[in-house]
């Protein structure tokens, strides 16, 4: 048996005052996303995605933020748009059913070295498919070939089940496969984005941005940890 309780961390890095942080919080997201990149942690964009099936059931999975709109720097930013975190996958994978069936979801960003965390709370929507275009052509050539090839979450019969698809399909495709219809992007309108910073004792810093519907100002409130 695993003897967690003796697995401990103390948190003295940092604090977060209100008085410090930024009155937007996607901009506050671009600062701390920059304190991550140049803090060289490993993928930065990776986060955790929670969503929930049509009959309440949860699950959740690591995927990689590809944008943030109103083209903050460093993120690949979107412009036109207000106020969206945005990230690509199969329409017709469990989580692409799910968000069919519900789309409230949730982000995680756990930057640990730094002893941080930013949840994200809000709607998804399918981004259009211009701008599913054109991050599919910046996509590795393997890649484009993987998504056309790969019935994502269905059973498949094996590794070499799997890799016959990938052969064909990359051979159907040649050099610029187009973008099959059932992968693109999804964008996250937020209405609660948190600031989680460690802090000595357990006495941690946790900023909750909020507001009521889109285009209001955004509320700052300290929540206990």
């Keep these: 048996m695993l003897d967690l309780a003796r697995v401990r961390q ?31 942690l490993i993928m930065p964009n990776a986060m955790s995605l929670a969503t929930v099936s049509a009959d309440g059931k949860p699950s959740s999975r690591v995927g990689l933020l590809k944008g943030v709109d109103e083209g903050l720097g460093g993120l690949g930013g979107l412009s036109g748009h207000s106020g969206g975190f945005v990230f690509y996958t199969d329409y017709d994978s469990r989580k692409g059913r799910e968000i069919a069936g519900n789309n409230h979801a949730s982000l995680l960003f756990a930057w640990l070295p730094l002893e941080r965390q930013v949840r994200i709370d809000g709607t998804l929507e399918k981004v259009s498919a211009a701008e599913s275009d054109a991050y599919f052509a910046t996509r590795p050539l393997g890649s484009r070939h993987a998504a056309i090839a790969s019935p994502q979450s269905e059973v498949v019969s094996g590794r070499a089940a799997l890799e016959a698809r990938f052969i064909e399909a990359a051979a159907a495709g040649g050099e610029s496969p187009p973008r099959p219809a059932h992968w693109g992007g999804y964008r996250l309108t937020p209405v609660e984005i948190e600031f989680w910073q460690g802090r000595e004792n357990r006495l941690h810093d946790r900023l909750l941005y909020s507001r009521m519907a889109a285009g209001a100002q955004w509320q700052i409130q300290r929540l206990a940890p």
């Design 10 to 40: 103390e948190y003295m890095r940092d604090g977060l005052d209100e008085k410090d942080v930024l009155a937007d919080p996607l901009a506050q997201f671009a600062r701390w996303f920059d304190d991550a990149q140049k803090a060289d």
